[in-house]
């Protein structure tokens, strides 16, 4: 027990950085796929992991070798306009996230209370702003706050497998890659965006930072930084894998927060669609949060506006991304189905991934800037390889996301 609370005491980024991927979007997508295709495309979230563990590996040597800031770095080295770039990229693909993040608030909502959900991101919006401008010590209190909603995610669905009994030789076959069709292409590149957030794997560096992490800490960094990704992939496992032992042998069609909840009706009977909802709500207002920082600061340090969340412009930008996505959400959901606006609000995010990748990779492979710490010539393999992977389902989601936002 000892021990257990050094270890908690220990850690930080990686539960934050968990706590924004770990979405409403996320368990939306890992849910559908698991009722939809069983336990065919869990290969997808271990590319998806071992993708983001690189990058945000990278990000973290990065932060505890230095004071100044990754944007500031690129902005001295390569310029500001290829800061400025990143950034713009950055809050695109938080405020893709965003707008996902409102639609789980208002679905969790509405399953609990019964009131139509376009009411209540016009609650949990002005709340999370109150919390930005005027939260003291914002830091300390999102990791808490991050690590209590990620552990009571993942526990809900853990115990929830001890009574599923899941097929055991479906689910290790599930983890073999195989093929896909082009049916499945929005779903499994929302997959991977559930997994490979690169906006929240540059924000590391940052989140590092401010844990107070050097050198010297490199070591209990990393480790903490591949903690935060097991666990964003373990959640996406585990409710694929619920789905797929719960929701597909019923060929339920999801198309709300209840319809999810199913998959805890075992463990929990009446009461599960509240205990899921609640869970959802979590996760939706904890990225909701998170989200919205991560784009904000890293905007407005791009422009040299300030990088932390004590200036005034990280602020702004925040506030911004927050009304935005609020914005966008209450269209969309009176448009059309929340549940495939979220696939494709996860999806979407991927298409700011290569440039950020292009300046983790510039910085990370720079000696003067990194020394001995320099990306090996293994790891830029691995880097290289999950860069073409994301690109290629970039370059085919384009003409997806194009096609979606035309028939809206």
């Known amino acids: 027990m000892v021990r257990l609370k050094r270890i908690l005491k220990s850690v930080g980024p990686g539960f934050i950085m968990a706590a924004v991927v770990l979405g409403p979007g996320s368990i939306t997508t890992s849910s559908k796929i698991g009722a939809t295709n069983g336990y065919a495309f869990l290969w997808v ?3 998806g992991a071992i993708s983001m563990a690189v990058y945000t590996n990278m990000s973290t040597r990065f932060g ?23 950034g713009i990229a950055s809050f695109l693909a938080a405020l893709s996230f965003q707008f996902g993040n409102n639609l789980g608030v208002g679905m969790g909502m509405e399953t609990l209370t019964g009131i139509d959900a376009r009411i209540w991101p016009l609650l949990f919006t002005p709340g999370a702003i109150i919390l930005i401008f005027f939260a003291k ?12 909603m990620v552990m009571f995610m993942i526990m809900a669905f853990f115990v929830n497998l001890i009574f599923i009994k899941p097929d ?17 292409f929005n779903e499994v590149a929302a997959l991977v965006g559930t997994t490979f957030v690169l906006h929240c794997a540059i924000y590391q560096a ?42 597909k042998p019923l060929e339920i069609t999801i198309n709300s927060a209840a319809d999810m909840a199913i998959q805890l009706e075992l463990l929990l009977g009446s009461y599960a669609k509240y205990v899921f909802a609640l869970g959802f709500i979590s996760a939706a207002f904890s990225s909701l949060l998170v989200n919205s920082v991560i784009g904000g600061g890293l905007l407005a340090d791009s422009m040299g506006m300030g990088r932390s969340m004590e200036e005034k412009m990280p602020k702004i930008f925040t506030a911004i991304i927050l009304l935005a996505g609020m914005a966008i959400a209450m269209y969309v959901s009176g448009s059309g189905s929340p ?23 510039l910085v990370l492979n720079n000696k003067k800037i990194m020394g001995k710490y320099k990306n090996t010539l293994f790891q830029n393999i691995l880097a290289i390889a999950s860069f073409v992977l ?10 997806k996301l194009i096609g979606y936002v035309g028939n809206m």
């Open 137 to 148: 010590n914002l830091y300390k209190t999102l990791e808490k706050l991050m690590m209590f």
């Open 339 to 361: 549940v495939y606006a979220l696939i494709m609000a996860q999806a979407s995010s991927m298409l700011a991934v290569p440039l950020i990748a292009i300046g983790l990779l």
């Open 168 to 184: 055991l030789t479906a689910t290790i076959i599930g983890f073999v890659p195989t093929s896909f069709s082009k049916g499945n």
């Open 45 to 47: 979230i271990l590319i």
């Open 206 to 247: 940052y989140l590092v930072q401010d844990k107070g992490w050097k050198l010297v800490d490199k070591d209990k960094s990393i480790k903490d930084s591949n903690l935060g990704v097991f666990l964003l992939a373990l959640m996406s496992s585990l409710v694929i894998i619920t789905a797929a032992a719960t929701l």
């Open 64 to 86: 505890v070798l230095h004071s100044k800031s990754i944007l500031k770095v690129i902005s001295e080295e390569y310029g500001q306009w290829f800061s400025a770039v990143i």
């Open 390 to 399: 994301v690109c290629v389902l970039v370059y085919i989601m384009y003409g």
